[in-house]
Nanobody, 129 residues
Framework: QVQLQESGPGLVLPSQTLSLTCTVS??????????WNWIRQSTGKGLEWMGA???????YYSPSLKSRTSIFRDTSRNQFSLTITSVTPDDTALYYC?????????????????????WGQGTQVTVSS
């Protein structure tokens, strides 16, 4: 069974770069045709899809975050990572990595929480000085 585990710093200073890693076990991130995603949830807000990296290494970003976000992978470690530059307190959230298990390639499919069958437990990130 595929399992996901997020890791990263709990606290980041404003204007710095946030880096998170998702370690995958029980399956390969190169297996077609899955996509591996980053999703976050801020206090009082709904889930926000941030972006994905497909099984072939192609990234796909939310338009609203594309300018500050990068998603890449390390196939030797079976991990994929997220970086966000120039963070602000608005980036404070619980960050999840998740495997999209339902079909659909439209952006709305990625934004639908029902598309994801496997989630990590989440890691809290606070942006504060």
């Amino acid at each position: 069974q595929v399992q996901l585990q997020e890791s990263g710093p709990g606290l980041v200073l404003p204007s710095q770069t946030l880096s998170l890693t998702c370690t995958v076990s029980g399956g390969s991130i190169t297996t077609g045709y899955y996509s591996w995603n980053w999703i976050r949830q801020s206090t009082g807000k709904g889930l926000e899809w941030m972006g994905a990296i497909h099984y072939d290494g192609t990234p796909y970003y939310s338009p609203s975050l594309k300018s500050r976000t990068s998603i890449f992978r390390d196939t030797s470690r079976n991990q994929f990572s997220l970086t966000i530059t120039s963070v602000t307190p608005d980036d404070t959230a619980l960050y999840y990595c998740a495997l999209k298990t339902k079909d659909g390639t439209a952006e709305r499919d990625y934004r639908d929480a029902r598309s994801y069958g496997i989630w990590g437990q989440g890691t809290q990130v606070t942006v504060s000085s």
